[in-house]
């Protein structure tokens, strides 16, 4: 059984940094890659990243490009997403997600998912 638990959201000003992390069991080879969405109130989910689990490919939405960084420990079995220079634009629940064959930056390629953290960026 694949388990994704997301943690580290919080609130932080404009121009601030925060990591999130994503604790995973039951990921296997089945699984080619990981991805961070978000997700803000009235608005569509918008994929910010993801990573390769083999190749540690990765790959960032431009509103994110330069500021996030997605990253993988397998001995901790966690996924991260370092996010620095923080905007408001990025206030959002945040998650975790798990594919399956292909890697992608829309949510069609995910099978798992996290329950969310809520990241809140001050003016």
């Known amino acids: 059984q694949v388990q994704l638990v997301e943690s580290g959201g919080g609130s932080v000003q404009a121009g601030g940094s925060l990591t999130l992390s994503c604790v995973h069991t039951g990921i296997g080879y089945n699984q080619d890659c990981f991805g961070w969405f978000r997700q803000a109130p009235g608005k569509e989910r918008e994929g910010v990243a993801r990573i390769y689990i083999t190749t540690r490919n990765t790959y960032y939405s431009d509103s994110v490009k330069g500021r996030f960084t997605v990253s993988l420990d397998n001995a901790k079995s966690t996924l991260y997403l370092q996010m620095t220079s923080l905007k408001p634009e990025d206030t959002a629940v945040y998650y975790c997600?798990?594919?399956?064959?292909?890697?992608?930056?829309?949510?069609?390629?995910?099978?798992?998912w996290g329950q969310g953290t809520q990241v809140t960026v001050s003016l």
């Open positions: 997600a798990a594919g399956g064959t292909h890697c992608g930056l829309t949510s069609d390629y995910y099978d798992y």
